[in-house]
């Protein structure tokens, strides 16, 4: 099985003083704004970091979820926040982690069988294998 979901961002003027929306196939996100100010000085909007944060946090707790599932156990409920760090690379940016914080009701697992789980989850979810990913680029001027 294979899928393609796709994201696009629209960007008007520099990188300072410019703007943009991201738009989603699926309308979730429809111009939904960003700029240097959501991104860096908390203006209201998004920015790409905190997605990536809800992509990773969304896909880690459902691959749990399955993990847990075909081990035989039943999870109440979840909740997993991302913490995706931006620091400074020289002249650019770099993300240089995620850090994962799990809290989890799941009747009848005992801790060590839980964070056995967890790892092959954390290891299993798409988003964490994409940030070990090889990345490609087609750039063409219109």
């Not at 839980?114 to 964490?128: G, I, W």
Request: aromatic share 8%; hydrophobic share 40%.
């Amino acid at each position: 099985m294979s899928m393609i979901r796709k994201g696009k961002a629209v960007w008007r003027g520099t990188g300072r003083d410019g703007s943009g929306e991201l738009f989603t196939d699926s309308r979730a996100l429809d111009a939904t704004a960003y700029s240097f100010r959501t991104r860096f000085e908390g203006d209201k909007g998004t920015n790409p970091e905190e997605l990536i944060a809800a992509a990773h946090a969304g896909c880690f707790t459902m691959s749990l979820a399955f993990q847990l599932q075909a081990a035989g156990f039943s999870p109440g409920m979840m909740t997993t926040e991302a913490a995706v760090k931006l620091e400074q690379d020289g002249q650019s940016f770099t993300i240089s982690r995620s850090d994962l914080t799990l809290r989890a009701k799941v009747p009848g697992i005992d801790e060590a069988k839980f964070r056995e789980l967890a790892r092959q989850a954390e290891l299993s979810c798409p988003v964490s294998k994409l940030m070990r990913a090889v990345i490609t680029l087609d750039a063409q001027l219109v």
